[in-house]
T-cell receptor
Framework: AQSVTQLDSQVPVFEEAPVELRCNYS??????LFWYVQYPNQGLQLLLK??????LVKGINGFEAEFNKSQTSFHLRKPSVHISDTAEYFC?????????????FGTGTRLQVTL | EAGVTQFPSHSVIEKGQTVTLRCDPI?????LYWYRRVMGKEIKFLLH????????ESGMPNNRFLAERTGGTYSTLKVQPAELEDSGVYFC???????????????FGQGTRLTVV
């Protein structure tokens, strides 16, 4: 079975500081990894995804993530955060079985950016 | 273009009552998914439709939950009778193809917050 672990439930950070949100996965088959963000009172929005190819994936809003197969990680990074990045972030892995598809999510990391 | 729309945004019902949640996917999206997040826990998959056909309903908690997608357009998720542990946020998502296809994205609705008292 495929699963995702987000080690940090909350990450406080000052504005303009760098941030890394950690995600580790377990999978016995091909790995497709995603990061989603949920702003207050909104649905989930895709930040970026890794399907294949370059292990460094760039997403929206200045975020990037690196797929590391040996460490089974897919950490999300941003070199300088803004107040508007305050949100909950979810790492997910896609599972495909036959004609069905689903996302398996981690428990989420709340990023709190302060001045 | 309208996004994924869910109705209602909030619902408070008593234990034993019936509630029906609705999801209108993005037009043309054959794939429709239901997920649920119980407070403080991970977002969990409930089921996956392709058009009107259920491809995977392995995440449905029990037979009190019934999902339909008549005509392959909007979908409903009925909980009957509701129990306290059914409380949570129910998300719907839709996509044109599987999310593992390049340039394909699953778009999520804002969710329905269900509270069973």
């Amino acid at each position: 079975a495929q699963s995702v672990t987000q080690l940090d439930s909350q990450v406080p950070v000052f504005e303009e500081a760098p941030v890394e949100l950690r995600c580790n996965y377990s999978s016995s088959v091909s790995v497709y990894l995603f990061w989603y963000v949920q702003y207050p009172n909104q649905g989930l929005q895709l930040l970026l995804k890794y399907l294949s190819g370059s292990t460094l994936v760039k997403g929206i809003n200045g975020f990037e993530a690196e797929f590391n197969k040996s460490q089974t990680s897919f950490h999300l990074r941003k070199p300088s955060v803004h107040i508007s990045d305050t949100a909950e972030y979810f790492c997910a892995v896609s599972v495909i079985t036959g004609t069905a598809s689903k996302l398996t999510f981690g428990t989420g990391t709340r990023l709190q950016v302060t001045l | 273009e309208a996004g994924v729309t869910q109705f209602p945004s909030h619902s408070v019902i008593e234990k034993g009552q019936t509630v029906t949640l609705r999801c209108d996917p993005i037009s043309g999206h054959d794939n429709l998914y239901w997920y649920r997040r119980v407070m403080g826990k991970e977002i969990k998959f409930l089921l996956h439709f392709v058009k009107e056909s259920k491809q995977d309903e392995s995440g449905m908690p029990n037979n009190r939950f019934l999902a339909e997608r008549t005509g392959g357009t909007y979908s409903t998720l009925k909980v009957q009778p509701a129990e306290l542990e059914d409380s949570g946020v129910y998300f719907c998502a839709s996509s044109q193809a599987f999310v593992t296809v390049m340039n394909t994205e699953a778009f999520f609705g804002q969710g329905t917050r269900l509270t069973v008292v």
